[in-house]
């Protein structure tokens, strides 16, 4: 059974960075990891994903230039540094796996979830 714990969640001013790590149990080597967030009243919405192998990864334009996602499959972790906050950054971030071929970086095509951290970009 895979299992995903999302961990690097906090308050932090705009302008700040922060990491967050998503770790992995089970047979992960195989999978796709997303990052998804979801923002009070609004909908779950895909931030970026990367391949099992790493080689492939996309991102949300909202994000691009400023996150980061990375895997390192020997720690079966995923990590997105996150730079230049904003407040509209703030949301519960979740990490998620799928099996498969990478695919659009959406929540319906991600089967396994973790319980999600907060972040908060505040002054």
């Known amino acids: 059974q895979l299992q995903l714990v999302e961990s690097g969640g906090g308050l932090v001013q705009p302008g700040g960075s922060l990491r967050l790590s998503c770790a992995a149990s089970?047979?992960?080597?195989?999978?796709?990891i997303g990052w998804f967030r979801q923002a009070p009243g609004k909908e779950r919405e895909g931030v970026s994903c990367?391949?099992?192998?790493?080689?492939?990864?996309n991102y949300a334009d909202s994000v691009k230039g400023r996150f980061t996602i990375s895997r390192d499959n020997a720690k079966s972790t995923v990590y997105l540094q996150m730079n230049s906050l904003k407040p509209e950054d703030t949301a519960v971030y979740y990490c998620?796996?799928?099996?498969?071929?990478?695919?659009?970086?959406?929540?319906?095509?991600?089967?396994?979830w973790g319980q999600g951290t907060q972040v908060t970009v505040s002054s």
């Open positions: 089970g047979f992960t080597l195989d999978y796709a």
């Open positions: 998620a796996a799928r099996s498969g071929l990478f695919s659009l970086c959406v929540p319906r095509n991600y089967a396994y």
């Open positions: 990367i391949s099992s192998s790493g080689g492939r990864v």
